[in-house]
């Protein structure tokens, strides 16, 4: 399997139709199965239910049709399980327990990453561009509301974006105040040649997103052979320990996290085809 996305420009919240992502399926069934869709930012399972209507060539269906629901929650958990191993990196223990952490962002996964982190005991600070939403977790989970520029200013011990890409930029990243950097979100970084080194040179250890947050996509695979949510979650408990996997690289040949997230990836995929 490799790699795709799939976008559909307009405005979640007022542009969906049925018909949109029923067409949206036809022209996946073009494809005679080289892409598969799945459920991201702005899509529901019941999107993914219309889709079906016109391929078979999709996943993040309900339960209740074979599939494995809503992918967030098994997202949240590799990211959990990844900020885990960068605290023991970090720290010398994967205990988040009083850990100060800051998750920007509370959509599905950054909701179900708060769960997460507060049932282990740390301190949570939120942000969203939803103020209702911010009001109803932060009750739940007794986090703190921060303002959406505020959060890099937190005295934090880890940060997580949780939204969308791109929030580590040279400003930002002088602001921050933590030693961990591990979220959700795709493309955290504005520049991956400027502003990792950036993130280094400041002491922050950065989880590689794409590594952190393959929950998700390991959720959705997991639809093609049979869906079983034990198993899924069993692989995504593999983050913590290939998260490791990539500190001890980087720390040994002396290279970024994200260049040796990616040439562990390479030298797997080459592994495959032998």
Excluded at 98 to 117: C, D, S, Y
Excluded at 163 to 183: D, F
Aim: glycine letters at 12%; proline letters at 3%.
């Amino acid at each position: 399997m490799g790699g795709g996305k799939a976008v559909i420009i307009g405005d979640s919240k007022t542009d969906k139709t049925p018909e949109m992502f029923i067409k949206f399926g036809q022209f996946i069934e073009s494809l005679n199965g080289k892409y598969i869709t799945a459920e991201d930012v702005g899509t529901s399972t019941g999107d993914m239910v219309n889709v079906s209507k016109s391929t078979k060539h999709v996943t993040g269906l309900p339960e209740t049709m074979g599939g494995g629901g809503d992918p967030s929650p098994v997202t949240a958990y590799g990211v959990f399980m990844g900020m885990k191993a960068s605290a023991k990196q970090k720290w010398g223990t994967d205990s988040l327990s009083g850990k100060k952490i800051a998750i920007q962002g509370i959509g599905h996964v950054g909701e179900n990453l708060v769960r997460l982190v507060s049932e282990e005991g740390a301190k949570v600070f939120i942000t969203d561009i939803n103020q209702d939403t911010l009001k109803t977790i932060s009750a739940k989970y007794n986090a703190e509301v921060v303002s959406l520029d505020g959060i890099y200013d937190v005295d934090m011990d880890i940060y997580a974006p949780c939204a969308l890409g791109a929030t580590l930029n040279t400003e930002n990243i002088a602001r921050l105040k933590c030693g961990v950097v591990s979220g959700a979100a795709n493309n955290q970084l504005a520049d991956e040649f400027v502003h990792g080194p950036m993130l280094e040179s400041k002491g922050i250890l950065y989880a590689p997103d794409f590594l952190i947050n393959a929950g998700g996509l390991i959720n959705v695979y997991s639809e093609l052979h049979g869906y079983d949510r034990k198993v899924a979650i069993q692989h995504t408990e593999a983050i913590y320990e290939t998260t490791l996997e990539v500190f001890r690289k980087a720390t040994t040949e002396k290279i970024s996290t994200i260049e040796a997230a990616k040439k562990i990836a390479e030298e797997r995929i080459a592994g495959s085809r032998q």
